[in-house]
Structures are given as structure tokens and as C-alpha cells.
């Protein structure tokens, strides 16, 4: 994977732990994954496209855990 993609996946990751973070944000945290990983499916491997919100939860993690 390029550095240029995994910026851009990290960034949504950001994106989307600030919406879960909102105070008025009323979606899950899995409806929150699933609308923001229709965005990286195409910067991440082929074989784990079916799995994005799970790709996407991995870098929430990651990036939670600072």
C-alpha cells in the first residue's frame, strides 16, 4: 500500500471517530464504519474490499489508542 493511500485511509479513520465522538451524533459506531468505508474500498487490497468497515475499524483502533 502507498503512504499516500494509508494518509488517506487514516484521515477518514480521523473523520470518522470524530463523528462517533460527536455529542450529537446518533448513528452506531458500526453504521458510522460502514459510511465512511465506502470511501476506502478502493485504497485497500482487492481481497479485502467485501471487509472495508472491518479494514476501516482496524485504523479507528489503532488511532484511538494513540
Known amino acids: 500500500m502507498t503512504p499516500e493511500a494509508e494518509n ?6 480521523r473523520a470518522a471517530l470524530k ?3 460527536n455529542q450529537s451524533n446518533t448513528l452506531t459506531y ?3 464504519l ?10 485497500i487490497p482487492a481481497k479485502h474490499r467485501g471487509l472495508a468497515w472491518l479494514w ?6 489503532r ?3 494513540g
Open 34 to 43: 460502514d459510511k465512511h468505508a465506502k470511501h476506502i474500498e478502493t485504497l
Open 19 to 21: 463523528e462517533f465522538t
Open 8 to 13: 488517506a485511509i487514516n484521515s477518514i479513520a
Open 30 to 32: 458500526r453504521q458510522i
Open 63 to 65: 488511532l484511538g489508542r
Open 56 to 61: 476501516l475499524n482496524v485504523v479507528c483502533q
